[in-house]
Structures are given as C-alpha cells and as structure tokens.
C-alpha cells in the first residue's frame, strides 16, 4: 500500500493550532498536522517534549487549551474518548487484571452495546490476525509481555476504527522482543491500511515505522517530514543531533565563496544540496558519510578509541582537540594515536547558521 | 456527556460531572462539618450560651472563666504532665523496641503481636484492666505487700498527687506498641548498604543507630510524633473509664471538661470556650508541622 | 504507601548464644511478658468466684474455674437502667459497626478514586480540608453536629451514629483509597476510558476489582475504630442503643451494689473480643492499616 504522498483534503487526522497549558507552565506550542489517511506517524521526541500529551489530546484523555483536532473531517475536540473513533495501545498494555483475553477484548464493545454474534467475529478475527487464538481465555497476569501487548494490540484493532494510536508500544519489551513487534507493527499496518499515530523515543523505530516522522522539543514541532528527508535535510542544528547513532559531528568555520573554512582547512562546497552564502556556519557531517586513509594531508584527526561492532566499527577521533566519531563497515583495528586524512560526502552533508541554527 | 455550548467547547461546570456530584459527601463533610462546625463552636465560644446555643455576645468572658476555672487549670496541668511522660517515654521506649525487633532476631512477629495488641483494644477497655490492676486491696500494691514489704504503697487511682502517673501506667501500655511499630517500619525503610557501609567503617551497631540511623528517621519520628501528639490532646476514654477524673477532680482532662460542660452541666459557652482552646492547642501543633512537611514543595 | 514488609535489616548476631543475643531476648521476654500480664490478670479474674478474689491475689490461677461471671456479664449484668447484661452492647455495636464500615468505605473509595483519577478543579483544596479536619479535635465539632442529627430527626438513634462514623472516618479513609489509586498505572484508567467507559462503570468494573488488598486494610482499620469507639457512642445515642465500650464503663463504673471485679473483667475480655480477634487473625494487615495515616504516599 502507498502513502506517502499526502493531501490536505483526504485527511484522516488534522490537527489545528492545538496548545495546552499546566497553569503557568506552557506544554504545547500551536502544534498543527495534517495527517492523511492510511499513513503511519511517529511522533518522535526526548522526554518532556510533548509527544505523549499530543497523543493524549488527540485520543481526548487530555482536555487542550485551544485549538481544534479533527478526525475523518468531524471536529471531535470536545468529545470524549470513547466516541471519536480512535483505538489505542499503551506502553504498560494497560490489560484489565480480572477479565480474560477475551473479555479484555470484548469490554469496549460490550460497553458500545454492540450484538454478541458481531462481539464474538470481531474477537475472532483480531485474534487470528495477532496470533492469540490459544490463549483467549487467559488472563493477563497469565501471559508474557509481547503476548500482553498483542492483546492490547488486539483491543484497539476489534475497536474496527480508521485511527490507531500508541503511546510508546514497546518500551516494556527486551530487545529482541522490540525488534519483533516492530516488524509486526508494520505488516499491520500494511495489512490493515489504517492511520497510525505512534509516539516513541526511538529513533529507530521511527526511521523502520513511519511514512512521517514528527520531532518534538519543547512542545514545538521542529520538523514534519519522511524519515529520509529528516535524515538528509534536518531543518535546523537539534533535528541533526537527534537523528542519527552516533550523532552528527559538527564543525565551526565559515563559508567563503565555494569552501567551508576550518581551522585554516578548505573544504570544496561543490556537490552541496542547499544554498550556503558567505559568513559564519556550521558543517554538519554524519559519522557514516566521513571517509578516511592513513594519511597527513588535508584534514587530520588522531585516532583516540576504536568500539568493534562486529559488523562495523566507531572510530573516536580527536579533530584538532575537537571530538569526531565516524563510522566504517570496515572492522580492522587502527592503534590509538594513529593519524587519519578524512574526507567529507558534502552530498550529504548540513550547513548551519549558528545563530538561527536553521539549515543554510 | 457534556452540555456543549456554541464554540464547541463544554462549560466548566459540567465538564467531569460525574465526578463532582460523586465527591459531594466528601465536599460536605469537608466544607460543613470540618469548617462550619468549628467555625460554628469558635464564634459560640463567645456568646452566653447555657442551656442552648445562643448568639448573645459576652467577648471574651467565657475564656475569662474558663482560665479562672480550678477544674480547667487542673486539665491542662494534667494534660501536660500526661502528654510529656506519654512522649518521652512511649518514643524512648517505643525507639528501643524497635531497636531490639530490628536485630533479624527469631520470633520477630511474636514479639510484635504481643507489644502491639494492646493498641487493637479501646481505651474503656483499657482503662478498666488497668483499674483492677492498680486496685490496691487486690493488685500490684496488695500483691507487693503480701510479699513481705508491708509499707509498700501504690496506689495511684486513690492519691490525687500521683493519679495522672497511673493514667500514663495504662496508656503506655496501650500506646508503646504502636509508636514502636511506625518507627519499626522507618527502620525497615533504611537502605540496607547504609549497615554495610557502617560495617565497613568499623562503627558500633549503636553509634550508627544514634548518629546515622536517627537523624535519617526524622521525617518518621516527626509524623509520629504529630499523631501521637494530637492523640493525646483528645484523651478522654481512657481517663473515663480508668479514674471517672477522680479523686476529686484530680484528673480531669480537657476533653472531659468540655464534654461535662455541654452535656451535664448544660453549660455550652464554657464548653465551645474549652473546646476552643483544645484546637487552638492541636493547630499550633500541626501548623508548623504541615508547613515544614507540606510547605517546602509546592503540591506534591 | 510504605510497604511494610517486616523483614529483618539491621547487623545479624554472630552465634546464637551471646552474651549479645541473651540480653536482646532477655529484654524482649521481659517486656512480652509485661504486656501479656493484663490479659491473663483479666482471663483468670473472669474465671474465679468473687470469694476467691478476696482471698487470693490478681496472678493465682483460679482453683476452681467457674464461668457464671462470663454469663452474667452476657445476660445480667446491670447498668443504670436495665439488667440485661451486655449482650444489648454487643448487638447495638454490631448494628453500628456493620453499616458504619460499609458506608464509610464505600464513599471514600469514591472519594479516593475521584481524587487519583478525574482531578477535577478544586479537589485538591477539598482534600486539603479533609486532611486538616483529621486533626481537628471532635470536641470543637460534636455540638453542631447533634444540632445537625436533631433537625435531621435521626439524633439519639443507630442512624446518626453510622452518620458520624461516616463522616469522621472519611479523611483517613479517603487519604487510603486515594493513594491505593494513585499506584494503579494511569493508563488502565485511560484505556477503560477509550473503551467507552464513564465514570461509575470505571469505578466498578475496574477500580473496585483491583482494591480488595487496601479494602480490606480499610475494614480492619474501621471495624476496630468504630468498635473501640467511646465517645460518639455516649453523645449520640440514648441509653438503649449504647455501644458495648459505653455499657461496659456503665457496667463497671456504676456506684451502685457490689463491685464484682470477676463479672467486670469478663464483660472486659467480651468487650475486647472482636477487634483482639480481627487483630489476631489480620496481623500484618493491621499493621499496614494503622500505619496507614502515618505514612505519606
């Protein structure tokens, strides 16, 4: 299924200048979206960055200061939860402890009044699609926890509505288990082709998951955007360090004519994807998109800590007794205080106004 | 469930409905009897009131009377000498059980029953054993004397001079048990690498209780105290039950002034004027403590 | 809340038998025995005949037990107006205790669950109140509070007493339920909430199942409080609904006839009975009730 192209008009989830205040202290900033139908957001972010709370007014467990959210064209700001057409999966499954798999199932749409038969062909089929046939007549307390959070997987999908939303899905789970789940996510997704809004502080699981990645701090979107243009093009310095293990290096000098100037280094802007003009900037560069030789010519670093990955390597370097990590597919070990020649993929490279700290 | 109004956004009022008229007992009882009632009885306290409450001002006479009163001064002389013993003796005492219990010593919750159970009876009951007990023609004084030691004398209940020390007897044995256990459960929440780090260092098990443990149990020891503090103000079934304020009016307490002044001398003013005094003891008690404990950091 | 799980902390005893551990126990069965000495100075009162307690002394053993005290306190004994004994106590206590505790637990389970869970404007200043009022002697409410049961027309009788009961059990009650509630993850609530629950089927289906533990510290809690009562007991009622605390001092503290100190410890040891057994039989759970006040949550 497609989605990756969205507009306004088909929107499935829209968003609307939403603020919201604790008293004194401000938690939302004019946060506006417009989410088209069938695509997978992530809202993305550190703690504190809102992107819980975003979640919370949208499913109408939070009441927001102003602004407006539709869901399917209908202004469902002041509704409450049960009757916006939403479904939802939390971070601790949030399973009711005294019903079974079944029940914790059915409550929702037993409290809709719902006719049994239609109960019972809605639990089935959600069961079969989560694979949690065998253990429908257990209770919570019974299952493991990726067998918990298919069920409550499960809640929200016999909901049988347009919009899903989960709040940190897998931070309860071990590593191997995460790495599972999330591909299930997706071929859901896939399959069911519903709108998903889905909050985590995982990169990764952003960049795997989401047609859109929505980066929050402070209440503020940084940046609404795929995750390869979120990757590429990072509207300002905070969206460049967040996105990206290790973190993009970033490098003081100043743009003169066609080079980057650094610490009396030229470097060819040629290739570069933007429009730098002359003054103070900032390269930014990814530790993947760094090349390096054994070498004393041009930019230099000295090598001060390799980390083996097995795969892969992260090379710590010291640039002039700046740190620069950068990474190589190539596992070979380089002794401590050995020095390296780099070279930069300005292609992919950022350039930054240090005082606005936007893109150039 | 909200009423909408034309913006779209529901009226405050309504909003979480359900839960306002749910919490009404609570909002009631919190805005009626706790505030009202005792607004009501402090301005009463300053009317003529006797048979029946009346708002015929006098100022501050009853309160003239009230500390002109041999009865009250009684009270309140017996109310602090009961509440210093209660609390020097149930936190010293209560402190070292709690000491004793926290040695990982067998029969742990043995011992804790049996120093706690007194606190699960009421104070009439109480009261009542204790009587027998000290009745000096068949308990511990007779018992005493039949040893051989024939001039041996005790017998608080009928000495006025000593009959508060056998009121504290019993609420101590009533009382210990239960200061002994909150401060068991301080204990308890210690840090176990806090005794290892102690160890390590070489200092005796009770210069760590005196300097480390104690000073880290203040939060504790400050509720506790505060508790018991506030029960002691309200002593009044005990003294009931165990001495009927007797001899004489020897241990009348402030509780049982007021509740003879309103209901058997139909003296109400008197009553509202003591009963006034009593909160105005049990607030400059918990004032400073809520402040210190509540004050500091803005809602928790 | 604290959990009070009594496992030992402090420094362990090398061996058994030091002169350390010999002085803790030493200690520690001095003072067991010194709280125990009452309760077996009652239970051998009880079962001797008033001519031997004037010859023997409080600690013999009765040399021939009887049980006709424990019936008389039962069935005979006098206070001011009647001689019926103290089974009228027991039964009123019985009728005040039982819907004293359900109401009161009912409504501050609501009140705790209002509180932890909607937050709506102004609770948290209504808490307050109730908090403070916990420490507000009873002395300063009574008065206006037999004015409000008399315009009520419920003064004197079982109802207003289970009224009082209610209401000054409410703060500790209300403090109990609402931090119990504020230890179940939030997002139960929220996704009760999503599944189209309201207010009172959340508080049913979802809270109400999941406090058993805190309910039952809360019944313990106020069965023996209620029980152990004394003066909402002597101011409420009228003389034929006394609770059993009230009958009991009337019994004992009347100046009438002669003093029968074997009759008086029995009505004592009946009297004491029901929260001795809830205590016995709850154990730790009592502790965790009566701590409950104690310790923030």
């Known amino acids: ?360 | 469930m909200a009423k909408t109004s034309a913006s779209g956004r529901p009226s405050r009022l309504f909003r979480n409905l359900n839960a306002k008229i749910a919490a009404i007992p609570m909002i009631l009882t919190a805005c009626v009897v706790f505030v009202g009632f005792s607004a009501w009885t402090i301005l009463h306290s300053f009317t003529k009131s006797r048979l029946l409450p009346k708002l015929d001002f006098v100022g501050t006479a009853q309160y003239e009377r009230l500390w002109a009163s041999d009865k009250w001064l009684i009270s309140i002389q017996n109310l602090v000498l009961f509440g210093i013993c209660m609390l020097v003796f149930s936190f010293v005492i209560g402190f070292l059980l709690a000491c004793l219990l926290d040695q990982k010593i067998r029969f742990e919750g043995m011992f804790r029953t049996i120093l706690l159970y007194p606190f699960a009876l009421s104070f009439v009951v109480t009261g009542v054993i204790w009587q027998w007990i000290l009745n000096p023609d068949f308990g511990v004084q007779s018992i005493i004397r039949g040893m051989g030691w024939e001039s041996f004398t005790f017998d608080p209940l009928n000495n006025g001079r000593i009959v508060m020390f056998g009121v504290v007897i019993a609420a101590l044995w009533q009382g210990t048990g239960f200061v002994m256990v909150l401060l068991l459960a301080g204990l308890r929440g210690i840090d176990d690498e806090i005794w290892k780090a102690s160890r390590v260092d070489g200092i005796p098990a009770w210069k760590t209780y005196l300097l480390v443990i104690v000073p880290m149990l203040r939060p504790v020891f400050v509720t506790t105290l505060v508790i018991v503090t506030a029960g002691i103000v309200k002593v009044y079934d005990l003294v009931v039950a165990q001495t009927g304020g007797g001899p004489g009016i020897s241990s009348e307490v402030p509780a049982k002034y007021v509740y003879d002044q309103m209901f058997l001398n139909q003296n109400l003013g008197q009553g509202f004027a003591a009963s006034t005094m009593m909160l105005l003891t049990v607030a400059i008690i918990i004032i400073p403590w809520a402040y210190l404990e509540f004050g500091g950091r803005k809602r928790g | 809340m604290a959990d009070f799980a009594m496992e030992a902390r402090g420094p362990r005893p090398r061996s058994r038998i030091s002169p350390r551990s010999i002085m803790i126990y030493g200690t520690l069965v001095l003072v067991a025995i010194y709280y125990l000495i009452p309760l077996y100075v009652m239970v051998v009162t009880s079962l001797k005949g008033l001519p031997e307690i004037r010859l023997g002394n409080i600690f013999s053993p009765p040399v021939e037990a009887t049980f006709e005290p424990w019936v008389k306190a039962w069935s005979q004994a006098c206070t001011g107006l009647n001689c019926d004994g103290l089974q009228r106590g027991f039964w009123n206590s019985v009728r005040i205790t039982v819907p004293s505790v359900i109401i009161s637990i009912l409504i501050a389970s609501i009140n705790g669950y209002a509180l932890a869970n909607w937050r709506f404007k102004g609770a948290e200043a209504f808490f307050a109140v109730l908090m403070i009022g916990a420490f507000i002697p009873y002395q300063v409410m009574i008065y206006p509070m037999v004015i409000l049961l008399r315009e009520l027309g419920i003064y004197g009788g079982l109802t207003g007493l289970v009224l009082v009961h209610t209401v000054f059990g409410m703060p500790i009650l209300t403090l109990l339920f609402r931090n119990y509630f504020s230890t179940l993850p939030e997002e139960l609530f929220k996704a009760a909430r999503v599944d189209g629950t309201g207010f009172w089927g959340i508080y049913f289906r979802i809270m109400l199942p999941s406090s058993l533990p805190i309910i039952v510290v809360a019944v313990i809690l106020q069965v023996t409080g209620i029980w152990n009562d004394f003066l909402f007991g002597v101011v409420f009622t009228r003389p034929e609904y006394y609770p059993m605390t009230v009958q009991l001092n009337n019994i004992v503290n009347t100046t009438t006839g002669v003093r029968e100190y074997n009759v008086n410890m029995a009505a004592t040891i009946l009297t004491g009975l029901v929260p001795l057994l809830i205590y016995f039989v709850s154990g730790r759970l009592f502790v965790r009730g009566i701590a409950a006040g104690a310790v923030k949550g």
């Not at chain 1, 946060?31 to 007014?57: A, D, H, P, Q, Y």
């Not at chain 1, 919570?140 to 709040?167: E, H, K, N």
């Not at chain 1, 100043?254 to 610490?263: K, L, S, Y």
Request: aromatic share 6%; charged share 25%.
């Open chain 1, 1 to 360: 299924m497609m989605h990756q192209s969205v507009s306004v008009t088909d929107s499935s989830l829209s968003i609307r200048g939403l603020q919201l205040s604790f008293g004194a202290v401000q938690v939302l900033h004019d946060v506006s979206m417009e989410i088209g139908r069938g695509e997978f957001i992530v809202l993305l972010g550190g703690s504190g960055s809102g992107k819980s709370t975003i979640l919370n007014c949208i499913a109408g467990l939070l009441d927001v200061s102003d602004g407006q959210i539709f869901i399917n064209g209908r202004n469902v700001t002041w509704e409450e939860p049960k009757d916006r057409g939403i479904g939802m999966v939390f971070q601790s499954y949030a399973l009711y402890p005294q019903m079974t798999v079944r029940g914790n199932l059915a409550f929702g749409l037993k409290n809709a009044k719902l006719p049994k038969d239609e109960i019972a062909r809605r639990i089935d089929r959600a069961a079969r699609i989560l694979q949690i046939e065998d253990y429908l007549d257990r209770k919570p307390g019974a299952l493991s926890g990726g067998q918990r959070q298919r069920v409550a997987i499960g809640r929200a999908l016999v909901r049988d509505v347009d919009l899903f939303l989960f709040d940190e899905p897998l931070s309860n789970l071990d590593a191997k288990l995460r790495a599972e789940l999330r591909v299930e996510i997706k071929r859901l997704h896939e399959k069911l082709g519903n709108t998903m809004v889905y909050v985590t502080h995982d990169q990764i699981e952003a960049m795997t998951l989401a047609s859109r990645i929505a980066l929050l701090r402070h209440g503020v979107i940084q940046q609404f955007d795929t995750p390869d243009e979120i990757y590429r093009r990072p509207v300002n310095l905070y969206v460049a360090g967040f996105i990206g293990s290790p973190s993009m290096n970033f490098l003081k000098g100043r743009i003169e004519g066609e080079d980057f100037v650094f610490n009396s280094h030229r470097i060819p802007l040629a290739g570069y994807d933007g429009r730098p003009r002359d003054g103070e900037a900032i390269l930014g560069v990814r530790p993947e998109h760094t090349g390096f030789r054994t070498g004393t010519d041009g930019v230099t670093a000295k090598v001060e800590l390799q980390e083996h990955m097995g795969a892969e390597s992260v090379i710590h370097l010291s640039l002039d007794g700046q740190r620069f990590a950068l990474r190589t597919p190539d596992d070979t070990h380089i002794p401590e205080g050995t020095t390296l020649s780099l070279t930069f993929d300005i292609s992919r490279a950022s350039l930054f106004d240090p005082q606005s700290e936007l893109r150039l």
